[in-house]
């Protein structure tokens, strides 16, 4: 039981990890990387880039040589160590070191923040930029550009002994605006509901899920804010009435909760899942891990799917060339292969 609790929290460690060292300040990763970026065309409609494709990973042009900061979205960890170990052989004097905000929680909107004062040379972000964040940066002399990477699924771990076969995206609703209380309700057990999820000021996806999928100006009253995915997971794990959601990837290989399966509002009786079925559980999860539910989320039968954007600062400074140069790094046939080995899905 020790080992499969081990392996439950494994992935998300990392998150963690990152709150511990923002408490002692700016905690950092270093990894090595040197030469140039693709050229990009820009969406005067919403400010989201399209680079042009590229061949493989070591034939992105005008890679600066440099250290570079980079951090925000704790959904991107599980890219970080295949994705730089690439980039480190290939651009030995490209260098990229990952920063944690030296007193609050790492997430999407603490990285922007962090690229707009200067902190950071390009971010990483789990939903688009927002209005005021777009006009901070334009009566500072610049823009902010967002490009599209990759795809990624939101889950929802439950017990997994709650006993239902799936949840519609208007049950999920209901959940965290507080309109229900009780799994009864939902028909499931009679059992109180605890809804549990990160604060959307800081998280990526807890932002997202508010305004995307939620719909709603505020979480319910019901909903408790946790620190990080590993608090979300052993609330859920202790509590039967439990529900958190967080990336796919950092829910589906999990071992010790259940992904439960969603259905659109369009199909309420069609529960599709954000994993691979089967199911796997105790020894035969450790032995061989749930993956993402690969065909659902391009194919869009799976209902919360999301894009990963880079972000970059746009002001002809050798941080927007770096963060170019990163981003057509990922976009390229290489790097696209890597985003999939991570658990998410390629946008090419």
Request: hydrophobic fraction near 35%.
């Amino acid at each position: 039981m020790q080992q499969q609790q081990t392996k439950t929290l494994m992935v998300i460690t990392l998150a963690g990890l990152g709150l511990v060292g923002g408490v002692f300040g700016l905690l950092t990763w270093v990894v090595g990387g040197g030469g140039g970026s693709a050229p990009v065309a820009t969406s005067d409609s919403d400010n989201t880039s399209i680079p042009a494709p590229t061949n493989q990973l070591k034939d992105i042009q005008n890679v600066p040589q440099g250290l570079f900061n980079y951090g925000g979205s704790t959904t991107w960890i599980p890219v970080h160590n295949p994705v730089n170990e690439v980039i480190a052989s290939t651009f030995p004097e490209f260098q990229l070191r990952y920063t944690l905000p030296a007193t609050e929680a790492p997430g999407s909107g603490t990285g922007i923040q962090m690229l707009l004062d200067g902190q950071l040379s390009f971010s990483e972000s789990s939903r688009s930029v927002k209005d005021d964040e777009y006009q901070v940066a334009q009566q500072r002399g610049y823009s902010l550009e967002q490009i599209p990477v990759a795809i990624d699924g939101i889950a929802l771990a439950v017990h997994p002994d709650l006993g239902m076969e799936g949840l519609t995206v208007e049950q999920v609703q209901a959940i965290y605006r507080g309109e229900v209380s009780n799994w009864l309700e939902l028909g499931g057990p009679d059992l109180p509901i605890s809804a549990y999820s990160r604060s959307p000021e800081a998280a990526g996806t807890a932002q997202y899920f508010l305004e995307a999928i939620i719909d709603a100006p505020a979480y319910g009253e019901n909903v408790t804010f946790v620190g990080d995915t590993t608090t979300g997971l052993r609330q859920v794990l202790s509590n039967r009435g439990g529900i958190y959601y967080a990336s796919a990837p950092e829910i589906v290989n999990q071992c010790s909760i259940y992904a439960i399966p969603l259905a659109s509002q369009n199909q309420p009786d069609n529960f599709v899942p954000p994993f691979t079925a089967p199911w796997r559980t105790g020894s035969e999860c450790l032995d061989n891990e749930n993956t993402v539910n690969e065909t659902g989320f391009r194919g869009g039968e799976y209902p919360l799917t999301r894009r990963l954007f880079v972000i970059v600062k746009a002001d002809g400074d050798t941080d927007e060339m770096a963060g170019r140069a990163y981003a057509n790094m990922l976009l390229s046939p290489e790097g696209q292969s890597l985003i999939e080995q991570s658990g998410f899905i390629g946008v090419r």
